[in-house]
């Protein structure tokens, strides 16, 4: 199962539970489709607490997984809801887990720590009880069971509003099973959804299930998300007793299992973990109290985008706008065209106002507090940046969105949280830009790369909101070049090397070494190319032109002892080298994202000492991804005594589906394998 669960399912209360059962059904049929499981026919597992098996204690390891230092054999909630009289509505989770342990790096998963709410407000305070805990080992092929003693037990405060329960279960060593349960009571006037469940973790799981039990008077949107398919699958309608009589009545019941999840692994090319991992999260929708009318909370996106332009924090502060009135007058006195006012615009905003490293849809502070300051977070700024562009008279509207370490935007589900990122959004005739002023060295029009994640939300001035693909123009491109001769006297590869930096690549570099000493590059470099001896060393263009290249150049020497009379192996590919594949997973499940396209390339000439030549010719290497997503070409040539060889390695396609990681796996072995060959020179005979 390789394509994402992102399905938003509306559970209803059961008081509509007819009226709405065709579109419930349709509901549910969309979990078949995407290959959601029957429950009803499946392997079913119902261990029980405080008793072991012998088969769970004799494995050594994890046959899926011969790394896993341990294995999550049994991971249970269950969710349900109750009344109390001090507290009103209370969810009640359950949670029981079972783990195997398998090295001795794992032992630390015997101490836990539980923390819960204990602010000054007793009606929101959380619980923990019924706290259960045991060790199983083998003891001269006896099971032997420690059982947690209730004195070591400890509880702490954790800050003014949080205390932690901890504990150590007893007796863990490797080989050890242990097992631990518990009950969390948190009211409804405290949070009002339930946890994010997830069906993984960072070692494989065997079992792990969740149930949640819905009485009829509360009504939740319920999210999957995900790349595993589940193994059961089961609802039912039934009568709910939360312990006071005006709220009992009919409800839903459900219960979710993936089985044999395999360890989530935190691989290159993702945006963050929570986009990947199989879980359930949770939305309320609305209450429905007898006596107390209705109180609805879920939210369209016309709803989102009101809440966002009637906010003083977001659309307020665009409706302020005289501390600008001064360099907006000099912009339209300068300017010549509409595009000289975007690029002087975002110039000034980028150079006058620092980014503090904060993103935020909204400001914190008031945006002319900001602008004073002459320092904001991202909103601060973008949001002056979008200001300014309107009072030149330029259609510029904000895209709100969400970072890739914030996770993906799911269009599904209308919610003010979605967001952590705002940028201005410009369009001229047929042409559109995207801005964001934050990055010190970014040219107008490029995206900084956390914010390449998909889709965002334009809220223009007039008309209603739209989700717009934030696409980027720019890709990471490097250009590495040496000239160099063989000197087999000195046994020395000696002559120029030059860099040169576009794209992202290029505000990579300047980001990280415009404002600090250059020497500091020169280390770097050095460290890159340990067995160089670098000297002479020239930076052109660190900030002059942001649109041209970062362009480096030195001299090296570099002593090699393969250097022999009468013959001898040259990797050509001295520099810039892919010394190993970046992606080294047998098999992946989750698709791959790259921030951006790439182009890197290599040209080298070298030199030969007088009567050498390649023993032989390398066959030229084209390969090539499908649909042009990607390309590599290798060729090395001699004419007279000089070699060129030419390296590129070019991909145009930023999203992978996991079908093809196979492919593009071997597209970069193929690299390496080039990159890594020697070529073999012979003195030529008569």
């Not at 999260?281 to 809440?307: C, H, K, M, N, Y």
């Not at 070298?606 to 290798?634: C, D, H, M, N, W």
Request: aromatic share 12%.
């Amino acid at each position: 199962m390789n394509s994402p669960f992102i399905i938003s399912v509306m559970i209803y209360p059961l008081t509509k539970f007819r009226r709405h059962r065709r579109r419930w059904e349709i509901l549910f049929v969309s979990f078949l489709l995407f290959g959601f499981s029957n429950g009803f026919a499946q392997q079913d597992f119902k261990p029980k607490l405080g008793y072991i098996d012998r088969e769970s204690l004799e494995t050594a390891f994890y046959s899926a997984d011969s790394t896993a230092e341990a294995v999550v054999l049994y991971d249970y909630g269950n969710l349900r809801f109750s009344y109390d009289e001090n507290k009103g509505i209370v969810m009640l989770m359950d949670s029981w887990v079972r783990i195997k342990i398998l090295k001795e790096s794992a032992l630390s998963r015997a101490s836990v720590a539980l923390t819960y709410y204990d602010g000054s407000v007793r009606v929101k305070e959380e619980q923990i009880y019924n706290l259960k805990g045991y060790t199983y080992n083998l003891d001269n092929n006896q099971i032997v069971t420690s059982e947690l003693d209730k004195k070591s037990i400890k509880n702490e405060k954790f800050s003014d509003e949080y205390r932690t329960t901890k504990f150590n279960l007893p007796n863990v060593k490797k080989g050890s099973v242990i097992e631990y349960s518990y009950t969390r009571s948190t009211p409804l006037s405290l949070r009002t959804e339930p946890n994010t469940w997830r069906f993984q973790g960072d070692v494989p799981y065997k079992w792990s299930e969740y149930r949640i039990t819905i009485p009829y008077f509360l009504e939740y949107k319920m999210t999957m998300g995900g790349y595993l398919p589940l193994h059961i699958n089961k609802q039912e309608q039934i009568n709910v007793d939360v312990g006071f009589s005006q709220y009992n009545g009919q409800g839903l019941s459900y219960r979710f299992v993936v089985k044999d999840a395999p360890a989530f692994l935190n691989e290159p090319f993702i945006t963050t973990e929570m986009d990947y991992l199989s879980l359930i999260r949770f939305e309320l929708a609305s209450i429905a109290v007898p006596g107390q009318g209705t109180r609805r909370f879920s939210q369209t996106w016309d709803q989102v985008d009101r809440t966002l332009d009637q906010a003083t924090w977001f659309g307020g502060e665009l409706r302020k706008s005289s501390y600008l009135k001064e360099i907006r007058d000099k912009i339209n006195t300068t300017a010549k065209s509409p595009e000289e006012k975007m690029n002087m615009a975002y110039v000034y905003i980028q150079k006058y106002m620092k980014w503090d490293g904060y993103n935020g849809v909204g400001s914190k502070e008031g945006v002319r507090r900001a602008y004073d300051n002459k320092k904001g977070n991202a909103s601060d700024i973008n949001l002056s940046l979008i200001t300014l562009l309107r009072e030149l008279d330029l259609d510029c509207n904000p895209v709100v969105l969400s970072t890739r370490s914030h996770g993906r935007l799911i269009q599904e589900i209308p919610m003010l949280e979605n967001f952590d990122y705002v940028i201005g959004h410009v369009k001229m005739g047929e042409n559109e830009y995207f801005l964001d002023a934050t990055q010190s060295y970014a040219k107008p029009g490029m995206l900084p790369e956390q914010v390449l994640n998909g889709w965002g939300r334009l809220l223009p001035k007039k008309g209603d909101g739209k989700f717009i693909e934030l696409v980027s123009k720019d890709i990471k491109s490097k250009l590495e070049m040496i000239n160099a001769e063989i000197d087999l006297d000195e046994g020395l590869v000696k002559g120029t090397y030059s860099i040169s930096y576009g794209g992202y690549e290029a505000l990579n570099w300047r980001t990280e070494y415009n404002d600090i000493p250059e020497s500091q590059y020169q280390d770097d470099l050095k460290g890159y190319l340990q067995e160089w001896q670098i000297k002479n060393l020239v930076i052109k263009n660190k900030n002059d032109d942001l649109k041209g290249t970062v362009n480096v150049k030195c001299d090296f020497e570099l002593e090699d002892d393969n250097l022999q009379e009468g013959g001898f192996y040259l990797n050509p590919v001295m520099a810039g080298r892919w010394g190993s594949n970046p992606l080294k997973s047998k098999e992946r499940i989750y698709p791959l994202n790259f921030n951006s396209g790439l182009s890197h390339s290599y040209v080298a000439n070298f030199k030969l000492p007088e009567g050498y030549a390649l023993e032989e010719t390398p066959t030229p290497e084209i390969v090539s991804l499908v649909a042009k997503a990607g390309r590599f070409a290798y060729m090395v040539q001699q004419n007279g005594n000089m070699i060129t060889v030419n390296s590129n390695v070019t991909l145009t396609k930023t999203n992978f589906s996991a079908e093809e990681y196979h492919d593009v796996k071997e597209f970069f072995e193929r690299v390496v394998q080039r990159h890594s060959k020697p070529l073999v020179i012979r003195k030529k005979t008569n």
